[in-house]
DNA sequence: CAGAATTGATACAAGATCTGTATCAATCGC
DNA sequence: GCGATTGATACAGATCTTGTATCAATTCTG
C-alpha cells in the first residue's frame, strides 16, 4: 500500500470514473485499472464495485477514501514540516538566560521571533552562566546569554552587549548623594556580589576592580539574583557594584552612582555549540539575536561621553531611585 | 516521498548505522543508500549527517524521524480498518425500529452485537414503519423492524417474530373480568387504534379482524405510540386490540383478555435493501440478529394451547395488571 | 606508525515495476 | 440494433529498484 497508490485511489474514488481520474492524474487509464486492481489484490479486498457502467464504493472503499485523504495530507504536511525545519522557519530553540537578560533586550529578542518566526518554539530557560555553559555542552538547550569576558572552551559566540558597572548604595550612605565615587571610597564598606558559583566571571570582575583601586572588598553577603543584590543594598547590608541597567530597577532605597575608575564591564555573550549552526533554526535565531543585539559603540567614544557628564537617557535614569 | 523510502528511513533512523538498517530491511547496503538519497534529493533536505564513521539525524531528520513513524503507523492501522470493515468485523449499522422493539428483544440484539461485534458502531433510530421503509430506500438505515405482513416491495426481509393480538380493557369496562372475550361483544365500543400513518398493516390488521367479527369498529383516537394506546384505554376513552407484548406494559388500569376468534397476528418483519447485503457488516448483523430471533413455533401448535386455556408464563401475566 | 577492520559511497548489470498504445468486451441509450 | 462509452487486457518500452563487486575514508589495534 504506496503513497502513489493511495494517491490513485483517492482521486478515483472522487471520481468514480477511471477515464476522468486518470486524466486528472496525468496519466492513462489501464495504468491507473492496473494499480488499482493491484491495491485491491494486495489488500485482498474489494474497493469498488465496477458495473462497466458505473464505478462505486465498496464500504471499505467508503472507509479506506476517509482514511486516504487523511494519510495523504498529513503526508504532505510532513513534507511541509521537515522542508521548513530544515531551512529554520519550523523547530524548537531552548534560549538559556540570566535574569538581568530581562532588562537587555530579552523581551525584544522574543518579539522578534514572533514576528520573524512564528513557527520556531522557543523557550526560554533561565540560569546561571555557569550552568548554561553546561547545558549547551550537554545539548538542553541552543543558545544562551552568559556573562563571560571571552568566548567559553569549546563554545562560539560573540558579545551581546557591554556596559560598566555603577555602584549601588544605600540612600543612608554617606556618599548617596554623589554623582560620581571613586571605588577607594568604599573600601571600607561591607560588600553584597552575586553568587561566584553561577557567574565567575562577574565575582572576579568586581574583586578585580576593587584591587586595581588599592584594596581588598569585604564580601559580606553573595547572592544569586541582581535584584536580590540591590534589595540587599537598599534595606542597608553594604554596597555593591552593579551593571547600570540595574539602575533601571526603581528599588526604593537604593541609589546608583557613576564609578570614577575604569571598571572591567559587565559584558553579555551570546554563546553557542559550533555544532548547532548546523541547525538551520539555531542559525536564524542567531541572526536574529545579532540584528537585535544593541549598537556597540566604541568603548572610548562612550568613556568620554561620562566624565564629561554629558548624560544619555539611560544615565539620567541612573539618579531616579532614592 | 513514498512509503517505501519512508520506512527505509524510520528503520535507518532508529539504527543509525546503514549496514545494520539494510539488513533489518531484508536489503543489501547500496540500495538503502541510494533510496535515502533519493529521499534527501526529493525532499530537498538533509536528513542524515554521514561522518563516514557514524550516522546522526540532522534537525529536520529528528522531525521526520517522529513523523514517519507516525504515518506508518497509521497506513498499518488504516490497511487493518479496511480489511476489517470488508470482512464485515468493523463498520457502521443504523437500525431503525419501532419502539415496541423494545420488548421484543432489541435489548438482547444489542448485547449481542457488543458481544459479537464490538468494533461495529450500531446507532438505533426509533421511528415507525413507514419511516423506516422510506429510510432504508434513502440508505439512511441499514436494517429495519417495521410491523408488516410480508416483505415491503424492493426490500428484502424474514418475519422476525409473531404474537396474537389480545384485547385491551379499561379495568371499569363490563367485560374487564372476563378472560376471553369474543370481538363481536366490543361492536359497540369506541376503538383506540394505532397511527394509520405510521404504521398501515397494524391500522389495517385490526380493521380487518372487526370486519371478520361481523361489524364496522368505531374508530375514536389513533395514537403515534403502543403504550400511548394503552395509556388511553387505562383511562376510560375506549377498547383496544394491542399485540400480546403490551401485556407486560403494567399501565395500571387496563386489562387484557385473549380474543376468541383467530385475529390477524402482530409481525415484526427485519428487512433491508437487497444491495445492502455486499456490505458484509450487514450480512454479520443479519446472521446475529437470525441468531436472536424468537423460536418460531409452528402457528397450530400455539393456536391449540390457546383454545384449550393452558398458559404460558407470558399468558399468565396477562391478568396481573388492573 | 602501519595495517586490519569497519563505514558508507559508487559503478554497473539484472530484475521488477510502471506506463503508454492499441485493442477488446460489455453495457446503456437512442 | 447500432453507436457511444465504460473498464479490462495484451504487449512493449521506459523507469525504478536491487544485488554484486569494489572503492575511499576513518578508526582501532598491535
Known sequence: ?????????????????????AQKLSLSQPPLSYAIRQLETE???????????????????????REAQALLRRMDETEQLVKAVADGRDGQIRLG????????????????????LPAVDLSLREMGSTDQIEALHRDEI??????????????????????????????????AKARRISLSQLHRDDFVLFSRKRSPDYYESIIGSCLSAG???????????????????ANGLGVALVPRTLASSRLAGAVFCTIAE???????????????LSNAAVAKSLALIKAC?????????????????????????LRRTS
Open 97 to 116: 538566560f540570566g535574569g538581568s537578560m530581562l532588562y537587555r533586550g530579552l523581551p525584544a529578542i522574543v518579539d522578534e521571533f514572533r514576528a520573524q
Open 215 to 233: 584594596f581588598v572588598p569585604n564580601v559580606r553577603h553573595e547572592l544569586a539574583h541582581w535584584l536580590s543584590v540591590v534589595s540587599c543594598v
Open 262 to 276: 575604569e571598571t572591567i564591564k559587565s559584558e553579555t555573550w551570546c554563546v553557542w555549540k559550533p555544532k548547532s
Open 43 to 65: 489488500l485482498g479486498v474489494k474497493l469498488f464495485v465496477r458495473n462497466s457502467r458505473n464505478v462505486r464504493l465498496t464500504p471499505a472503499g467508503v472507509v479506506l477514501q
Open 293 to 317: 543585539a544593541p549598537v556597540q559603540r566604541p568603548a572610548r567614544q562612550r568613556r568620554a561621553r561620562m566624565t564629561r557628564g554629558v548624560r544619555s537617557p539611560r544615565d539620567r535614569a
Open 142 to 175: 541552543d543558545l544562551g546569554f552568559v556573562h563571560v569576558r571571552t568566548t567559553p572552551t569549546g563554545l562560539d559566540g560573540f558579545r551581546y552587549h557591554a556596559e560598566p558597572f555603577v555602584a549601588c548604595l544605600p540612600a543612608t550612605h554617606r556618599h
Open 1 to 21: 500500500m504506496d503513497a502513489r497508490k493511495l494517491r490513485y485511489f483517492a482521486v478515483l474514488a472522487d471520481e468514480r470514473h477511471f477515464g476522468r481520474a
